[in-house]
C-alpha cells in the first residue's frame, strides 16, 4: 500500500522531488471513491484503510499514552472512507471532523459512520491546500496518506507543499500535535518539510524492511508540535 512515485532526483543538497502522477490528482480520488462508494453500496465493505489497521492503531496508542482528553478537537485531513475517525470515535474521541475533496470519500466517510451508528463526527468537502474559516483552532491534526497524495501533484508539486504547510498553521492550534504517517519520505525529508512552524517530539515505530543487507522503514510516522 503506498502511494508510490518515481523519484528522478535524490542528490544531496537538491530538494527531494517525485515524478508526477496520477495518484496526486482530484480527478484520481474522485474516481477512486466513486467506485469505493458503489462497492460498499453493494456489499457494505468500507474498502482500502491505507497503511492498514496498525497505523491507526499506532496514532490511537500514541494519543492515549499522551492523554490526550476526549474532548479535543481532532481533524483528519483527507479522511478517505473515514474508518480512523470510526476509531477515533469507538475509543472515546468526542469532537472528530474529517474532511477531504472528493465528495465521493465524504459520502463514504457518513456512510461507514452511519453503519457503525455513530452520529456525531462533522464532515466536510474541503479542500485541505484552500479551507474554509470553519477549519481552524484544531488541537490535533491527523494525516495519513494525504501529504504524500499532495506531493505527488502534477501541478507544481513543490509550491503545493508550502501551501500545505502554511495550510496546516492556520487550522492547527499554537502547540497543538500534527501526526503524519507517509510512505513517500523519510523521517529527514519529513523534518526539513515541516521545520518552519513546527517541532518533532517522537517517532512512532513503523515495521521494518530489510533489503539488500539494509534496514529501513517503508512508512514514516512522526508527531510534530506547532511551535508558540
Ligand atoms: C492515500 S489516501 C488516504 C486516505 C485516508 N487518510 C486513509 O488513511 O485511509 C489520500 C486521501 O487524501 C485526499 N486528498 C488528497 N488531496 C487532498 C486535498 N488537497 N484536500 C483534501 N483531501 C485531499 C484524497 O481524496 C484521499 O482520500
Sequence with gaps: MSVAGERPCDSPGLEPEFGPSALGTKKH?????ER??????????AGEVWFGEESMIRLIRW??????PLDSSVVDVGTGNGVLLVELAKCGYTNLTGIDYSPSAIQLSQNVIEKEGLSNI????EDFL???DELSGFQICIDKGTFDAISLNPDNAAEKRRQYVRCLCTVLKMEG???ITSCNWTKEELLNEFREGF???EELPTPKLCFGGRIGSSVTALVFQRKK
Design 29 to 33: 480520488w474522485d474516481a477512486v471513491y
Design 63 to 68: 494519543m492515549e499514552r499522551q492523554k490526550i
Design 122 to 125: 462533522k464532515l466536510q468537502v
Design 36 to 45: 469505493e462508494l458503489q462497492i460498499f453500496q453493494e456489499n457494505g465493505d
Design 199 to 201: 517541532e518533532i517530539l
Design 177 to 179: 500535535y500534527f501526526l
Design 130 to 132: 484552500s479551507p474554509s
